[in-house]
């Protein structure tokens, strides 16, 4: 098995470097790396319905959309992000047990005593510790998850609450309390967990061979996390369509990040918004002369 770890902490390049990596490996591949604070949400889900936007602005925490599926998680530097990639020749529609089994058996050599949830997590007890997501295309599969060792898990309970009020068919996350695995075992730093964890993938499952990135593969790679995940595009026009609540007699009509009507008694706040981007500039140009519907709407997105 192939194996790459990054030694950048930037959200945007290390979802670069999974993508990059899956779409252009032909072998198996162990992929391991730790994000600075950032907020990571599925593919099929709402930007603004899982993340209290406010509060990650005065944290100067970012937020991004990954390639997988399933639903919205936190990264700092507690947390070990560990990514499998493979063939899947027979087209299996998920794998997350099997990925899962991988990391149970890791933790149990660390004297915890964990579970598998059957719903994309892994559990100590009643307390989860991990969550994982799956991205399949063209024969391949994408498998990946979080493992929280020490994780400021205060800023990641007010982080994931968002104080929107919004009508949607996205993908919700479903909450859990969750616990760090620092306290419960030997292991006393990330780095060190990343070396135990790399003993045990060669032991049981295959000797990992490291690879080099070279220079044109990274250029490549920071060129899909310029043009991809730090884009707004992808980030925030490529969730669904849904409706915000403002105010009782406000609600804005919302596709691909683009006010497309407003629900209002009042005319000119129809005609203000309509059309206009969730950006924060964009809405404070709009509503420079109605300061009281501004702050709301900061209230809930910015």
Request: hydrophobic residues 35%; proline residues 3%.
């Amino acid at each position: 098995m192939l194996f790459y770890q990054s030694k950048s902490d930037d959200p945007a390049l290390n979802l670069a470097t999974e993508e990059y990596l899956f779409e252009t490996t032909n072998e198996s591949i162990c992929f391991l790396y730790i994000n600075k604070p950032a907020v990571i949400i599925g593919r099929n889900q709402n930007i603004f319905a899982e993340v209290n936007h406010p509060f990650a602005q005065n944290n100067n925490i970012e937020i991004y959309r990954r390639l997988s599926g399933g639903g919205t998680v936190y990264h700092d530097h507690g947390n070990l992000n560990i990514c499998f990639i493979r063939s899947n020749k027979f087209n299996k529609q998920t794998e997350h047990k099997e990925y899962s089994d991988i990391l149970i058996g890791f933790l149990k050599t660390l004297a915890l005593d964990t579970r598998y949830d059957g719903n994309n997590s892994i559990y100590m007890g009643n307390t989860k510790i991990s969550g994982n997501a799956e991205h399949i295309s063209r024969n391949k599969i994408m498998h990946h998850g979080t493992l929280l060792f020490n994780s400021n898990l205060s800023i990641m309970s007010n982080i994931l609450k968002s104080p929107a009020i919004i009508n949607d068919k996205a993908v919700k996350s479903t909450p859990a309390e969750v616990i760090n695995i620092k306290t419960h075992t030997f292991i006393k730093t990330i780095e060190a967990l990343q070396d135990e964890i790399k003993k045990y993938i060669s032991v049981h499952i295959g000797a990992l061979k490291p690879i080099n990135i070279n220079e044109k593969a990274k250029n490549q790679i920071s060129t899909i996390a310029k043009n991809k995940y730090q884009a707004w595009d992808w980030n925030y026009a490529s969730g669904p369509t849904f409706s915000l609540k403002i105010q009782e007699t406000i609600i804005l009509n919302i596709e691909k990040g683009i006010i497309k009507s407003v629900d209002s008694p009042e005319l000119e706040i129809q005609k203000l918004l309509s059309n206009c981007k969730l950006l924060r500039e964009n809405l404070d140009k709009a509503l420079i002369s109605r300061n009281n519907i501004r702050e709301e709407i900061r209230r809930f997105l910015f």
